[in-house]
């Protein structure tokens, strides 16, 4: 069960996490959710500003997991953040809105570290709406099931996604796979960033 009692979603954020999944439609894809510590602290709300593409291809070899998640979570140590959840996208267009068995393991990991974890999964048919972005609670059963938090979104987040697939930008998303085979690309994705005006 949730602990916090809300959970919005950064202009940022929904778009790193939209734009990831359109570049690469025909396969799953997977990500990491960070959110702000000191807000969650003080409030108990998650606040997710940002969000980490991962992977679109062999998406469950966790050593190439762990490294993802060492550097990610160096970052977040310099910045105040903390990985707060874990998205997919599903490979196939129609396939069932709930967590893969893969993604329950790494949240059931991540939990660890943070009690209160979310699982995002996102619905091919529905980028770049609201409707696409479901979220999981892990319960006391040990199952993920549908969250009961209501979502917040930044007013102007579909909107400012539908415009940089009509510019393409998707094609310029660099997540850990395209960085492992190219350390000098920018899994941070500053140049998006610079694009999207935080809320």
């Known amino acids: 069960m949730s602990a916090s009692q ?11 996490m939209q734009l990831h999944a359109a570049k690469y439609p025909h396969c799953a894809v997977n990500g990491l959710l960070l959110a702000c510590k000191e807000t969650y602290a003080k409030e108990k709300a998650i606040v997710i500003v940002d969000t980490i593409p991962l992977f679109h291809q062999c998406i469950q070899l966790t050593v190439m997991l762990n490294v993802a998640f060492t550097n990610v979570d160096a970052y977040c140590k310099a910045y105040q953040l903390q990985i707060v959840g874990y998205y997919e996208a599903p490979d196939h267009l129609h396939a069932v809105i709930e967590p893969s068995l893969f993604s329950t393991k790494v949240a059931d990991k991540m939990q660890d570290f943070f009690e209160d974890i979310k699982l995002v999964v996102i619905k091919n048919t529905e980028v770049p709406a609201l409707s696409s972005v479901h979220v999981f609670d892990r319960y006391p ?40 085979d190219d350390i000098s690309q920018d899994w941070l994705n500053s140049n998006i960033n610079q694009l999207v005006v935080m809320d």
């Open 6 to 16: 809300q959970m919005s979603f950064s202009n940022r954020a929904f778009v790193k």
């Open 141 to 180: 059963d040990g199952k993920y099931k549908p969250s009961k938090l209501e979502l917040e979104f930044a007013s102007n987040s579909v909107e400012t996604v539908e415009h940089l697939l009509r510019r393409k930008v998707e094609r310029d998303l660099v997540d850990f796979d395209n960085h492992l």
